[in-house]
């Protein structure tokens, strides 16, 4: 049996309102805000005595979501705050934008960093990582040609991290 959809990416922060407003001014779409907790809970997490604060954030396609989660108990057990973009784990995550200088403009009034600089890719994307609430590391992609497409025959264009022809490093 096949994999349905990908439902969505967790996120652990200490900031939960400082990062929903983030992920809103990016234009996410804010579902709700609960708290999980009890037994249940534990036996799907192995943590038998958590209760975490939770706010789920959809993408404006309806496709994707990110569900942050601020721990109330057990604390946190590691900081990747500071971890360089080829740290092991969870890298980042990748939104496609219509105007990568707008809402970097936008986004850098609610605390975001350009890690390195805008680049443009073969004329097919301007690609860039910032560092938004609590050093998350978030990618964005305009695309700019709808010239290279995946072999879906679907007529989408292939994702920004999927673009390239042959090996990533010449």
């Known amino acids: 049996m096949a994999v349905k959809r990908m439902d969505n990416v967790g996120i652990v922060v200490e900031d939960l309102g400082a990062t929903i407003d ?26 038998s005595d958590q209760r975490v604060e939770i706010a789920m954030m959809r993408t404006p396609d309806g496709h994707s979501r990110l569900e942050l989660s601020r721990f109330l108990t057990p604390p946190v057990v590691s900081d990747h705050r500071n971890a360089p973009v080829n740290a092991l784990g969870y890298l980042r995550v990748m939104f496609a934008v219509d105007d990568i200088d707008e809402k970097l403009e936008r986004l850098r009034n609610c605390g975001a960093e350009l890690v390195g600089e805008v680049v443009e890719y073969n004329n ?26 995946d072999d879906n025959d679907e007529g989408r264009p292939m994702s920004a991290s999927a673009s390239h022809k042959g090996p990533l490093l010449d």
């Open 124 to 149: 097919v994307y301007r690609l860039c990582y910032i560092r938004g609430p609590e050093g998350l590391l978030i990618g964005l992609a305009q695309e700019l040609s709808r010239a290279q497409y």
């Open 22 to 47: 983030f992920f809103r001014e990016l234009g996410l779409e804010f579902e709700g805000r609960a708290t999980v907790e009890g037994e249940w809970a534990g036996r799907v997490t192995g943590l």
